[in-house]
Structures are given as structure tokens and as C-alpha cells.
């Protein structure tokens, strides 16, 4: 059965409606708990397991020895107790899909989330993030 | 009068990824048409021979960004029936809600591309605002719009919460109200009518010789779909119909698209008033042992199969993904055929083709060698006048 202007009322009603567009940039853009976008590296927690290079889809995540370590502490009958390895993450955001996949294996929760996702550079280089 | 050659792609407004189509024309007819595919060749099945289990899921998702949760279940399913592994009750429920979410999704997002082929933008621009209540629901439920990344080997990474199904109800109750709306228009509307009835037909003999899928098949009455006749997930326990339509043209891909995102809403309400309890994974080891499967899957455009076959290691012998527009491609020409060039485009957008984004056509007269460049804009305005040359009226 044939009804014309099927949309006509619809089209009526909207016309004092406010956009439903959202004005990004200008306003920021909402995003839900659980958003998935820059990996943040916490280098007190990371132990080195390298868990996160092994799953890394896109090879994006690096864990490197750091340059600077700790040094070994010297216990009361004077032998040397050495302290934990410190990691650095290097990560390629130009690689990096976004999976969150090295969140989920981190046995320490050394990586996480964040929800900052504007991160387009013009330098391909500003994208290598070294966190220590 | 002399007939004429046209490529239709691989650079084309209709075709939302790069695939050409060489359509023969006898005047404004289409008298023959062939599909060259290639186009968009990535190499994704040798890619992911390379990578273990659990990279893989990532870039299988990426095989379509649309139906990206159907491709990695597809697979998923696949691997965990090799390492033969028992999912929790309450992944299988989160996995069928994400699944139909995409549906509604895909279906939403079908319709507005469709009336933005037929020009008809109004309904283009409602459709896809109302899209935005989905993709916020799957965004809510699983951290992005898109990809979704909710499927892991024995199950899925994130838990729902109270607040979330009762974010998810709210919405899907909106959507439910604007579907039946657009249900009335799809099947009422004289202009969408006009320009879908009695396009693009494929009758149910040679949609079944010609191995149509999904909503392309079942509106030609063909009654096949893979949650019934082979279900995976939980999908046996809940209370749904198959839709099927019998006028085997444009129109009825149209119908039973909206329909069937009507019954997906009902699926999802039935998932949501029993989640079932329970750790949300189990742990698989990281090699899977030796062994082959196929896992069928009903994607929003049709039957997905994936083939993985296992040599015991912690990377896949081989992987095979067969989406189910290659499957519809082979009808396509069928459906060409005997049509105008103006309906050219809303008959390949109407099997929903997941390809890529195009800019011009070149009419080419091979006896006078006279060459014409229509680029989208033109083409688009192109099947409109010709439209209202017949008495279809836009406004």
C-alpha cells in the first residue's frame, strides 16, 4: 500500500531540533569507561616477563633493559642484595591497532588503558613514545 | 543501436572498496555483465600463518570493519573447536549480544546507504543517526566502536555490568520504536518503492544455483540461515524467526534487512533479562593441538566460513576465509542483467557488497570511440533525472 510523504512528518518535527551531530573539536568527544586507546607503562611493576612483545599483533610494544639500573642495596652483614631490574617500554604509535591485548596478559598490570586518543602527529618520529 | 562497454569501478561511488564490474550496454540496458575481483587483495590469510593464535584474532578482526565481530567469532570458533575447549555460559550470551548489536548495525547502516543511492537522503540521514544509539551501546559494552576486540580463545575479555544492560535496554527500546517506523517506510514510501520493485531480480532457482546467501538469498525466498540450521553460540535457546521474502528483487532485500534487525532486538532483550553467572573465560593453552575445522557463521551479509587447520604448534597452518560476498558475487551479473544502468548502482549496493569507496565511471563507446567521465556526483544525479523523466518525484 502506497502512503506518500512517508518522511514528511518526521522531516517536520526535526526541523526545530538542536543537531544531533556533536561540534568535535570544539567540544570533547565522549568516550565510555573501557575505551581503548593510548597504553600507558608503569616501569616500578613491569618484571620483564616480555608477555606483551609475544601478543603484540602489530609489533608495536618493546620492553628494553633500562639504561640507568638500581643499585644493589648492602643488608647489614654487609652482603650486596640486588634490586629488582627496571624496564623501559618503547611503543610505536604508529603501529600500535589499540587491541589493549598486552593490558590483558600483563601479569603485573604494568600497562593500561588510557583514554587519550588524539595522538596524530605530523612527525612520524613524535609518535615513538619511550616511557621509562 | 550499438552496445557499449562500461567499467563500474574499480574507482566508483557506488562500491564502498575498490572491485570492478564491466557492464555491456545496449543503450541503457544492461545486456551483460562480468565481476573482476583483486582489487583489494591484502594478503591476510599468508599474514596470519605468521603470527600466533592470539595476535591472529586481531587481524582477522580487520578482515571487514563492519562485520569485524563475525570474522574473529568465525575464527575463534574454529580454533576453540580444534583445541576442543567448553566456553562459559555467559561468554556465548555476551558473544550473541555483540553479534546481533552488529547486525543492527550493518542493517542500519545498509538502509542509509541505500537511500543515499536512490537519493533519497532523508532517510539516509535518520537511519544513520539512529545508528549512533547502537554503535554506543557496543561502544559501552566492549570499549570501541568498531572493532571491537570482545572475543578471546575460550571466551570474551570484558564482563557486563548491571548498569550497562540497563543502558542497553533503554537503547535498544528507542531503536526498536525507530525500526518499526522505518519498517513503514521502507515497505509504503511510493519513492523507495518506484525505484527497489522489480529491480534486481534474482529468482529462488537461481539464487540457489548461483549460491546466494543471507538476506540476498532470503529475499528470494530461499529459506537458509545459519543460526537455525547449524546454531552456534546460544541461539537454539532463544525464540526467533527466520525471515524470508518471496519478491526476489531489491525491494524484498530491503524488508527482510529490517526485519530481520526487528528480530535481532527481540534476541537481545531475551539475553538480556538472563545473563547467566560465571567467570567470563577459560584459559587455553598457547599451542593448539594438531586438527582442522570449519566454523560456519551468520554475518549480517551472509554465511562466513572460516577453515583453520593446526600442526600442533603456536601458529595456524593455514587459515581460509570465505566472506560471504564472494558468495553473492556470483549472483550479481544475474541481477545486472536486463537492467537499467541507472539502477545499476542500488543493485549491486542491495547485496550489500563489502568492498571499497570509488570516485568516477567512463562510459566508453567502443565504435565510435568516444569516451565520457561520470564522476559520483554526476552519476548520482544521473539515475536521478532519469527517475524523474519517468514520474518519480524526490521531493
Not at chain 1, 522531516?11 to 561540534?23: F, G, I, P, Y
Not at chain 1, 640486588?82 to 589493549?100: E, G, S, T, V
Not at chain 2, 556470483?330 to 544502468?341: F, R
Not at chain 2, 563489502?354 to 570516485?359: A, E, G, I, K, R
Request: include cysteine; hydrophobic fraction near 35%.
Amino acid at each position: 500500500m502506497k502512503k506518500p510523504l512517508r518522511l514528511f512528518p518526521e522531516a517536520m518535527k526535526n526541523l526545530t531540533k538542536k543537531a544531533a551531530t556533536s561540534k568535535y573539536p570544539f567540544e570533547k568527544a565522549k568516550t565510555y569507561p573501557g575505551f581503548r586507546a593510548r597504553i600507558v607503562f608503569e616501569s616500578e611493576k613491569c618484571i620483564g616477563c616480555k608477555m606483551c612483545m609475544r601478543v603484540c599483533p602489530a609489533g608495536a610494544i618493546e620492553i628494553v633493559l633500562s639504561a640507568e639500573q638500581p643499585a644493589p642495596q648492602t643488608a647489614a652483614d654487609g652482603s650486596q642484595i640486588p634490586q629488582k631490574k627496571k624496564f623501559d617500554c618503547i611503543m610505536n604509535l604508529d603501529r600500535c591497532i589499540y587491541c589493549a591485548q598486552c593490558v590483558d596478559i600483563c601479569p603485573k598490570k604494568a600497562l593500561a588503558s588510557s583514554p587519550d586518543f588524539e595522538l596524530a602527529q605530523f612527525d612520524r618520529k613524535k609518535l615513538k613514545l619511550h616511557y621509562t | 543501436m550499438s552496445k557499449m562497454q562500461i567499467p563500474l569501478g574499480p574507482q566508483h561511488p557506488a562500491l564502498k572498496e575498490p572491485e570492478n564490474f564491466m557492464l555491456v550496454l545496449d543503450g541503457e540496458q544492461i545486456v551483460d555483465a562480468t565481476v573482476n575481483l583483486g582489487y583489494n587483495h591484502r594478503g591476510i590469510e599468508k599474514a596470519a600463518e605468521n603470527r600466533n593464535y592470539i595476535q591472529d584474532i586481531y587481524l582477522i578482526e580487520r578482515v571487514c570493519g563492519i562485520c569485524s565481530h563475525s570474522h574473529v567469532s568465525c575464527y575463534i570458533g574454529a580454533v576453540e573447536e580444534i583445541a576442543k575447549v567448553e566456553v562459559p555460559a555467559i561468554a556465548k550470551a555476551l558473544r550473541t549480544i555483540v553479534a546481533e548489536l552488529e547486525r543492527i548495525h550493518s542493517h542500519l547502516l545498509w538502509l542509509g546507504v541505500a537511500a543515499f543511492e536512490l537519493g533519497y537522503d532523508t532517510l539516509f540521514m535518520y537511519t544513520w543517526r539512529d545508528r549512533e544509539q547502537v554503535l554506543d551501546c557496543l561502544e559501552l559494552l566492549s570499549g570501541n566502536r568498531v572493532h571491537y576486540g570482545m572475543n578471546t580463545i575460550g571466551g570474551v575479555r570484558r564482563d557486563i555490568t548491571k548498569e550497562q544492560v540497563d543502558e542497553i535496554s533503554k537503547k535498544i527500546k528507542y531503536l526498536k520504536e525507530r525500526t518499526s517506523y522505518y519498517v513503514n517506510v521502507v515497505t509504503e514510501e511510493p519513492t523507495f518503492l518506484a525505484r527497489t520493485q522489480n529491480v534486481g531480480k534474482l529468482p529462488k532457482d537461481v539464487a540457489l544455483e548461483l549460491n546466494a546467501v543471507g538476506p540476498t538469498a532470503r529475499a528470494s525466498g530461499v529459506d537458509i540461515d545459519v543460526r537455525r540450521d547449524e546454531p552456534y553460540f546460544i541461539y537454539d535457546q532463544l525464540d526467533w524467526k527466520v525471515i524470508t521474502y518471496h519478491t526476489c528483487d531489491v525491494f524484498g532485500r530491503a524488508v527482510v534487512r529490517v526485519l530481520e534487525t526487528i528480530e535481532s532486538y527481540k534476541m537481545i532483550e531475551q539475553i538480556l533479562k538472563a545473563i547467566p553467572e560465571g567467570p567470563i573465560s577459560v584459559k587455553v593453552p598457547w599451542k593448539i593441538p594438531a586438527g582442522e575445522a570449519v566454523f560456519r557463521y551468520e554475518a549480517p551479509r551472509g554465511e562466513d566460513i572460516h577453515y583453520v587447520k593446526s600442526n600442533g604448534t603456536e601458529y595456524p597452518e593455514r587459515v581460509k576465509v570465505r566472506a560471504p560476498t564472494l558468495s553473492n558475487f556470483q549472483s550479481l551479473p544475474y541481477c545486472l542483467k536486463q537492467g537499467y544502468l541507472a539502477d545499476a548502482v542500488i543493485t549491486i549496493a542491495a547485496i550489500d557488497p563489502c568492498m571499497s569507496c570509488t570516485d568516477r565511471a567512463v562510459v566508453y563507446d567502443i565504435n565510435k570511440g568516444e569516451r565520457k567521465t561520470f564522476d559520483q556526483e554526476e552519476l548520482r544525479k544521473y539515475s536521478i533525472e532519469f527517475y524523474k523523466k519517468k514520474g518519480i518525484s524526490f521531493k
